[in-house]
C-alpha cells in the first residue's frame, strides 16, 4: 500500500501565475522524486506602480510515500562499499 504526502510550497515569478506554479513543481522535484499532483491553493502578486512585478503561486505538492525504507544500494543499483 502507498500513502500519499502533500506539502506546501509558495512558488515566485516574474513572469507570470503559471511560471509561478511550474517553479515551485521544479524546485521540489530537486529533492523529491515520483511527485504525482499539484494544487493550487492560492494566486498572490506585488504591484509597483499599477503592474504587477511578482507573481507568486501557493501550492501543495503530492508524492508517493512508500512503505518500506529503500536504501541506496536499491536506488542506484550500487552498495555503499563501492562508492
Known amino acids: 500500500m502507498t500513502t500519499t ?10 513572469v507570470s501565475w503559471t511560471d ?11 529533492s523529491i522524486d515520483g511527485i504525482t ?3 493550487i491553493l492560492n494566486l498572490t502578486g506585488a504591484v509597483q ?5 511578482e507573481f507568486k503561486a501557493n501550492v501543495q505538492v503530492a508524492f508517493p510515500v512508500y512503505e518500506r525504507r ?3 544500494s536499491q536506488v542506484y543499483g550500487r552498495r555503499s562499499r563501492d562508492l
Open 70 to 72: 529503500i536504501n541506496n
Open 49 to 53: 506602480n499599477g503592474k504587477i512585478v
Open 37 to 39: 499532483g499539484v494544487d
Open 20 to 30: 509561478a506554479v511550474e517553479n515551485a513543481v521544479a524546485e521540489a522535484c530537486e
Open 5 to 14: 504526502k502533500i506539502i506546501e510550497m509558495i512558488g515566485e515569478s516574474q
